[in-house]
């Protein structure tokens, strides 16, 4: 035996061996082939197995009897294009008629199965061609995000799907969302990678973080201003509002001018404006939100009324005068007064971690993906930061961020704060820093934060 037949038998017996386990690297040695070659040679048997076939059209079956020939076989939707990826393989099918997307969506598990694949999730792309994406192994075990992201102005790569593609919060998509989960479930984490995709870009970030202040105050020096407490919270949302109504009258300004040329563009939200008249934009971070609803004086309540409107308002109208919320909770449902229902009809992006209850999961999902419910009560208890994330088009995903650590936010947010820009109207709210220790010292307006 030669030593090149001795190291082809070493390498083929080690995958084998390691093929039962098939840890992220065996999948990239050789796993990525052997599931090319697999899904080639087994296509067509698959699909036939799957009910994906349809039966010959008419003009063959005649064509084949005039002809004297076989009567033809069934034949499974068109590969258009197969690629490898780094956690599996892309199939884009072209559909024969009287299937639908349906029919691959609801055959996924069967796929999984039959081509040996850990995962397969199916999308339309257009009308009669299907994407399947197929995993080779659990990719939200180990997070580890793409090394290309498709960046843009206030969109954030934040987490990974199941399906091996980036999670993506785009703010001009959707401009509010929800973020919901179970005490050590995941949800600061989550955030965390948010403040840390957002830092880099053009973007006044503004924090209310009513756990004293722990998960968004290491951050301070990206952030234009902070509340730590429902008593500054107030007054923040409160300087948030005028704002708004400011930037509503640059843009009703820049349009009086534009109205009445013909053609032009007319303003009707800053992203219309030029970039000399944009105001920066704003991302709202809200921690733990039932905080800024809980009451037990009279007086309380008054303030609590005061926040919940003041966040309504933002909600309803921010999204022309690029303020964006970001709502963080452990259950945000009718139970926490009156209007909250409210400001969760206009939170558009919704995700859930782990819950402990139904109840708590529809209310993430409840109202726009009701599926998604089961979903979310069946995320495992181990699985910390995996979390499903819909929108109010019904659909919905399994995904994880990456597990950045306070200390790496920390740097990352540092290196960045040169870009932390200075709002006028929130100037009483932006942390002072000093380089010490804020200590036991009330973390409230102006207090010392450090990073
Ligand atoms: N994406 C992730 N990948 C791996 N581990 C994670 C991830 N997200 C969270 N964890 C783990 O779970 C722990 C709790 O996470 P986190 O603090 O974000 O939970 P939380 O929902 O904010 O909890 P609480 O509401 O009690 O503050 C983290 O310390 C981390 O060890």
Same mark, same amino acid.
């Given at each position: ?60 079956? #005649?064509? #084949? ?31 024969? !008629? ?54 843009? !102005? ?30 050590? @479930? ?33 951050? #301070?020096?990206?952030? @234009? ?36 040329? !013909?053609? #032009? ?73 009156? @209007? ?112």
């Amino acid at each position: 035996m030669t030593g090149f037949t001795v190291a082809l038998v070493l390498v083929v017996a080690t995958a084998g061996l390691l093929r039962w386990r098939r840890p992220a690297w065996y999948w990239l040695t050789f796993g990525v082939t052997f599931a090319t070659v697999r899904v080639l040679v087994r296509y067509a048997s698959v699909m036939d197995a799957c009910g994906l076939t349809v039966p010959p059209s008419r003009w063959r079956l #005649a064509l #084949a009897r005039a002809t004297n020939r076989p009567v033809p076989e069934s034949r499974a939707p068109r590969i258009l294009r197969l690629r490898p990826t780094r956690t599996g393989l892309v199939l884009r099918l072209k559909l024969r !008629p009287g299937q639908d997307a349906f029919d691959l969506a609801a055959a996924s598990d069967r796929l999984r199965h039959s081509f040996s694949m850990y995962g397969v999730t199916s999308r339309e792309l257009r009308s009669g061609v299907v994407e399947l994406r197929m995993t080779g192994y659990d990719v939200l075990k180990r997070v580890q995000m793409p090394a290309k992201a498709d960046t843009r !102005p206030m969109r954030v790569p934040v987490a990974l799907r199941e399906d091996g593609s980036i999670h993506y919060r785009d703010y001009r998509e959707v401009p509010h969302a929800l973020t919901l989960g179970a005490t050590e @479930s995941g949800k600061s984490v989550y955030q965390r990678n948010l403040v840390a995709g957002l830092a880099p870009m053009d973007v006044a970030l503004v924090g209310i973080d009513c756990k004293q202040g722990v998960e968004l105050f290491p951050l #301070a020096r990206r952030f @234009s201003a902070l509340a730590d407490n429902p008593d500054t919270a107030v007054e923040l949302l409160d300087a948030l509002v005028k704002r708004m109504e400011g930037v509503y009258r640059i843009i009703r300004a820049e349009q009086r001018i534009t109205a009445d040329v !013909p053609d #032009a563009e007319i303003a009707a939200g800053i992203w219309d404006l030029p970039d000399e008249l944009r105001p920066t934009p704003i991302v709202v971070l809200v921690d733990e939100v039932a905080e800024l609803a809980l009451f037990a004086t009279r007086e309380e309540e008054k303030r609590r009324d005061r926040i919940v409107t003041a966040l309504v308002r933002l909600a309803q109208l921010g999204r022309a005068a690029g303020i964006y919320l970001e709502i963080c909770g452990q259950r945000f449902g009718s139970e926490l007064g009156k @209007s909250i229902t409210m400001l969760r009809a206009q939170l558009t992006g919704r995700t859930a971690h782990r819950v402990n209850d139904e109840t708590s999961a529809n209310m993430a999902f409840g109202d726009i993906a009701p599926d998604a419910v089961l979903a979310v009560i069946q995320i495992p208890a181990d699985m910390r930061g995996v979390a499903i994330t819909g929108d109010s088009t019904g659909g919905w995903a399994r995904i994880r961020a990456p597990h950045t650590t306070l200390r790496h936010a920390v740097n990352i947010c540092n290196r960045h704060a040169h870009r932390t820009p200075e709002l006028p109207e929130l100037a009483p709210f932006r942390p002072v820093l000093t380089g010490t220790s804020a200590g036991s010292a009330p973390l409230s307006k102006a207090a010392p934060a450090t990073a």
